[in-house]
């Protein structure tokens, strides 16, 4: 089975732009989180999705968003960018969404502010 | 609010020796543990997780509901383990992690 592929592997933008980072999930899995990595604040819990509801949300702003299609593939949107969300961004699948269910990570897509 | 620590940021060991790479939650309720592993160059992969109470790697874990603790273990540590390892909890009825901040384990030769 293929793994989680996240696209673009690496993004550069602008203050002030938008961007949408896009997750397919591993075939058959229906549950699909994202997170945000950064060298002060670890990994970070941003929102799941599961049969294309937003489940569980985390202490964002409301300028990250996000959307699960009938595929179970997933994008999330980032607008009005700001030199703090530059990070590492990871998709992770589920089978289901049960807590004990373990999440498979994608490589993620690094994103650049200038 | 749930929160996991890892108190260890940077661990070095020798080969041979054994390992214990530290993880402390806190969570009122009854919790889903696991151990995340990233080796050099590659994604983020589950290592174990408290359920399925099972070795992998020749490492194991136990969950101390008491100490609140999920330590990871390891008797006799090899230059592959070499990766950075996270500690996190998953909130009952929630694909949520929260994750500690990772503890980079070393093994000399």
């Known amino acids: 089975k293929a793994g989680v592929t996240q696209t673009p592997r690496y993004l550069i933008k602008t203050r002030g732009q938008q961007v949408t980072l896009s997750c397919s999930p591993i075939?058959?899995?229906?549950?699909v989180s994202w997170y945000q990595q950064t060298p002060g604040q670890g990994l970070q819990f941003l929102f799941e999705y599961f049969s294309e509801t937003q489940r569980n949300k985390g202490n964002f702003p409301g300028r990250f968003s996000g959307r699960q299609f009938s595929n179970s593939r997933s994008e999330m949107n980032v607008s009005t960018l700001e030199l703090g969300d530059s990070a590492l961004y990871l998709c992770a699948s589920s089978l289901g969404q049960e807590s004990n269910q373990p999440q498979h990570f994608g490589d993620g897509t690094r994103l650049s502010i200038l | 609010a749930q929160r996991v620590t890892q108190p260890e940021k940077l661990l070095s060991v020798f080969k041979g020796a054994p390992v214990e790479l530290k993880c402390n939650y806190s969570?009122?309720?009854?919790?889903?543990l696991f151990w995340y592993v990233q080796y050099s160059r590659q994604r983020l992969q589950l290592l174990l997780r408290?359920?399925s109470r099972e070795s992998i790697k020749g490492f194991t874990a136990d969950l101390n509901k008491g100490e609140t603790s999920f330590h990871l273990k390891k008797p006799f540590a090899q230059e592959e383990d070499s990766a950075m390892y996270y500690c996190?909890?998953?909130?009952?009825?929630?694909?949520?992690?929260?994750f500690g901040q990772g503890t980079r384990l070393t093994i000399n030769p």
């Open positions: 969570y009122s309720g009854s919790p889903e």
């Open positions: 996190a909890l998953s909130a009952q009825g929630a694909q949520k992690l929260v």
């Open positions: 408290h359920i």
């Open positions: 075939s058959g899995h229906r549950s």
